[in-house]
């Protein structure tokens, strides 16, 4: 299988790619996510890992926008713990180091380390990898970037200092998106995107449904629809108790598509849980 | 009035206190979030100027999370329009330049235009107004950076070509903070944060009151909350049709809360409106 991703080769897309496929698929760098996400119509990808929301950033708006523009279905989902090294030349001490580059939000999340090296120089990059690539691609052996331990193994760099963000809890959670729905026989989450003209009291009809009917709320979002005033846009991912509740969870979509301008279920899903280097903190 | 935000001089943030508050505040920069929500209860400044939310890149999550952690209070909001402008020397044509500076998502939304003029080298930045103050500190002519027209006025740079985003749909929300409430006569939007046990029902029981007292909900979003596992916090803006509705407002509060295990009120305030070079499409 090919796996698509925004990224280059050793991000954390592609991380979360092998943590939920195994070693064995073929990923597929792509540099923004509008091209990541027409690599299966060219041809190039059979499946497309995008990350949907971090514990610490918040929803990846553009990759909802994209979602909905597209036709192709949420089959998985995995959640991947971010975790930011120090990598550099292998036989280098962190404290020969001068410079670190990476993205600015990951130097953002590792304000403590650079508080206790005050001395070392900040590079902004457009990429955590690729800072990895480009560090390890020069001649200065001072020079160490901020990236997951896949970077390192990806480029041959070494982990001067490990796990230096600030935050433990940094978590993203990826979807794996599929031209079609290929559902697991325990697939109990579901991901919807639904419209409701403003008026108050349309959201709860909407939810209604899903509540009387026993299906759990996991996550709700809503967005304004450019060019069409009050009207929204709601992401909402639910989840039934147990198998025989997916009955239930049709007849409340059933009931809730009767309340909403504008029903699309993007997929049916096992939700991802504790184990293999994951955490549920995000689903729970 | 001293007006915290976070950010260079010239940033969207200070130019957003500006246009709230009028020219004859003082703004003062604060190089974290962390450190300019401190700014007051270190008599640093009287207020605080917030981004809350941004329509390409979804909710500030770090700014909730402090704004949960502070007792400041929301006393006002304001919508700014993110026009990314290529800022350079004076008597300098965008023909000659070669280098573009800017922060890497201020570079993302503008890659039209670098698909337009492909042999410019792109260096990431730390920060958008930064990138306009080392560039015009230096010494090569023929670099220039991207930022917002405030940035280009205050370090005395030329504005080479305007409004190079992609999309021009590109707003900000920001939130005034202060210590305590001082809620205009027409305020009629409300921010509430609120904590609900996961259980079918629980978001359904705490929105219906809205519903039933006429109380329009603008936006919602969950939270999970780290180290409660099925809890979940909630940011809701709901506004009342009319201002005799305000008394359905406390009513339909006082039933909400009623179904929440924590249910704090964020700010009373008059919702922004088109107009000032506001726009309204993020309240809509």
Known sequence: MRVAFQGEPGAFSEAAALQLLGERIVTVPRATFDSAFSAIAEGAADALL???ENTLAGSVVRVYDLLLESTLVITAETILPIEHHLIGFPGVSVEQIRSVASHPMALAQ???FFRTHADLRRIPAEDTAGSVRLVLAGTDRFAAAI???RAAEHYGGAILAEDIQDSAENFTRFVLLR???STAP???????AMRLSHRPGALLSSLEPFARHGVNLLKIESRPIHGRPWEYQFFLDVESESLEALEALEAALA???AATSQLRVL???VAARAGLGQDASLTK
Chains 1, 2 share one sequence.
């Open 50 to 52: 995008a990350p949907i």
């Open 110 to 112: 590792c304000e403590r």
């Open 147 to 149: 990236a997951g331990r």
């Open 179 to 181: 031209p079609v729905a």
């Open 186 to 192: 325990n697939a109990r989450k579901m991901s919807l």
């Open 255 to 257: 009931a809730a598509r």
């Open 267 to 269: 997929g049916l899903y």
